[in-house]
């Protein structure tokens, strides 16, 4: 089967300008095919927010300075152990700007925080920007037999 020439020309055209289009070197766009202005729902969804909520398995491989706690010595002569888990906001830059306690021993929650303030993370980008993340954080505190 044989497409005509003028076909196989628009059919070029079509492939040509999407590819450009796609590597984002379009100058200018047939009026035939151009876009009404975007609406400003349009504009809001394409917005990238001020923060959003990511898993922790996410976060942890952005991880780039981690602080272990220190034992407490009242829970270590009480042979508590256990997972304290902690919301954490971190900012633009990858700093824990703030911790909440969810779940864990008083004891060790004390600990906890005051290693995870110390964690750096690298920047979470969304559409290429940074913004401030908000995730759940654990920290296991186990004692060793001896």
Known sequence: MRIPAARNARFLLVITLATLYWRGLVIA???SQASPPASSQQQAAEAV?????VLSGVMGGLLIKR???K???KA???YIQGTVVLTAKIS????????ELVSG???LAKAAIAAVKQWKYRPYL???KPVEVETRVQVNFTLSGG
Do not use: F, H
């Open 92 to 99: 633009k830059q990858g700093d824990i700007t703030d911790l």
């Open 126 to 128: 969304l559409q290429g």
């Open 29 to 31: 766009q047939p009026l």
């Open 67 to 69: 602080v272990n706690p």
């Open 49 to 53: 927010p001020e923060r959003v909520q």
């Open 76 to 78: 270590r002569q009480n």
């Open 105 to 107: 021993d008083p004891l």
């Open 71 to 73: 034992y407490p010595q």
